[in-house]
């Protein structure tokens, strides 16, 4: 009896889209993070008063801007505008 082996190689093609896709991702991600630098530059750009309307302060953005390139600084920004607001509204939980 013979046995038939077809899964102990895999073949060439089959691996090009994966790698074809994780090339085509780490691009876009590139992009994106390029993208959100730009949009935390212009944040930088607004006035004290502007980005209080905004909840943040410029502190925030010396936190945020620290971050390695890989990593959002919008989304740091986000978590930190998150707690603050979670962080009044139990205040004025406490105060009602």
Not at 26 to 31: D, H, M, Q, R, T
Not at 72 to 92: F, H, M, N
Request: no cysteine; charged share 30%.
């Amino acid at each position: 009896m013979t046995t038939y082996d077809f899964a102990t190689e895999t073949s060439r093609i089959t691996t090009r889209p994966a790698v074809a896709t994780r090339v085509f991702n780490a691009v876009a991600n590139a992009y994106q993070a390029w993208k959100n630098r730009r949009a935390f530059y212009r944040l930088g750009e607004m006035s004290d008063a502007e980005l209080a309307d905004i909840g943040l302060t410029r502190g925030d953005l010396h936190v945020a801007i620290d971050l390695p390139f890989g990593r959002d600084p919008t989304a740091k920004l986000r978590s930190i505008v998150s707690d603050r607001a979670d962080t009044i509204e139990d205040i004025a939980r406490k105060v009602a």
